[in-house]
């Protein structure tokens, strides 16, 4: 039982042995596109995390692709065709994408110049309260001592 719990953790390999191209290869290549590609039911996962059955056929097409002589960018560009961007894990950076990269950049930028100015307004004015009659005439005495 507690070997049962400590197993169940572990990630399930959704390639199946059917799927696994002669070639070596061939296979390790359509490893690495398949783990760029999103599994369009389960989202957050590659296809070469998923056991989903759209997963699977689409690992057999990349498969199917490289085996008839396409190269690695035909076949993502191939996929892209089909299904949009949205099929890449990792997005392009292109006409579409362009805020989507860009928007980290420009909220660090505003941060940064947000906190400039704030700095720039505080610098020089009077951080606490005044001293009262009797307060500076006890910090003089302290002073004068």
Request: with cysteine; charged share 25%.
């Amino acid at each position: 039982m507690l070997i049962a719990i400590m197993l169940a953790p572990l990630p399930a390999f959704a390639v199946n042995p059917d799927e696994v191209l002669p070639d070596p290869a061939l296979e390790t290549r359509a490893r690495a596109i398949s783990a760029e590609l999103r599994c369009m039911v389960c989202q957050n996962q590659s296809i070469d995390d998923s056991n989903a059955d759209l997963a699977k056929d689409l690992r057999l097409l990349v498969r199917k692709r490289l085996t008839d002589g396409d190269s690695d960018s035909q076949v993502l560009d191939y996929l892209v065709s089909r299904y949009g961007e949205f099929v890449l894990l990792k997005p392009r950076l292109g006409e579409k994408t362009y805020i989507l990269w860009g928007a980290p950049i420009a909220l660090l930028l505003a941060g940064g110049i947000a906190m400039g100015v704030y700095a720039v307004r505080r610098r020089g004015k009077p951080t606490g309260t005044r001293l009262t009659e009797d307060e500076q005439a006890r910090l003089d005495r302290l002073l004068s001592e």
